[in-house]
């Protein structure tokens, strides 16, 4: 009942994770929307905001969900929040992110060079790649070759790591203390509307009740 007429296609699916096809500003709408209409206390929903923002800081792209459900639940946040709040790291922002976090990190370790988006990424393309053959090695004709991993994860891992968990803290913070006082405004306005809704219905009624025509003689009878 509740499923497409006609199914997407796994390439329909892909390209909407990167672009959806109202925009990703309509996106962040809808997902600010379900964040605000989640029944729980705002400071729950704040701090499962704050970690599904600050664990997007990271670089451990594909359990970005799960590391932010796990934080949530440490914290005591509201997960469905958490799972909601890691769309704000998307294909458009995550570019900046990652030149931030790992400049952050790198000039930290006092490491030198600056790395473009597409030289990170590049990278950890390249790493999967190799991690996965190395995996495989066992198991068939190949062989394992771990350098470029490690010169991977001191050059390019460790540093974004660094980075985006500073950035990732503080940007989570920072939204924790913004979303605290959005939730309550959007309760306080939820229940006066729900107020004003019960105040006009119960005005009806007492005016339908004023309304109502008085027994008839017959009526009298057949009441007494």
């Known amino acids: 009942m509740f499923k497409r007429r006609t199914p997407r296609s796994y390439g329909q699916i892909a390209s909407d994770m990167i672009y959806p096809r109202g925009g990703w500003r309509r996106a962040g709408t809808y997902v600010l929307h379900r964040v605000r209409r989640l029944p729980d206390h705002p400071h729950r929903i704040a701090r499962g905001v704050a970690a599904g923002v600050g664990v997007s800081f990271t670089p451990l792209f594909g359990f970005h969900f799960l590391c932010a459900a796990a934080m949530a639940w440490l914290i005591g946040g509201n997960v469905l929040a958490a799972l909601l709040a890691t769309f704000a790291i998307n294909p458009v922002t995550v570019p900046f992110v990652a030149v931030l976090c790992l400049t952050t990190g790198r000039f930290i370790l006092g490491l030198h060079g600056d790395l473009g988006p597409q030289m990170i990424f590049g990278e950890f393309s ?99």
């Open 126 to 224: 390249r790493a999967s790649e190799e991690l996965w053959n190395n995996i495989l090695a066992p198991f068939g004709p190949r062989d394992a070759h771990w350098g470029h991993l490690a010169d991977f994860f001191q050059q390019i891992f460790w540093p974004y790591m660094i980075g985006g968990l500073i950035w990732g803290t503080i940007i989570g913070a920072a939204c924790h203390y913004l979303t605290v006082p959005v939730i309550r405004a959007y309760h306080k306005r939820r229940v006066k509307k729900m107020e004003d809704r019960i105040a006009k219905l119960r005005q009806i009624q007492a005016r339908q009740g004023e309304l109502k025509p008085p027994a008839t003689a017959p009526d009298r009878k057949r009441n007494s």
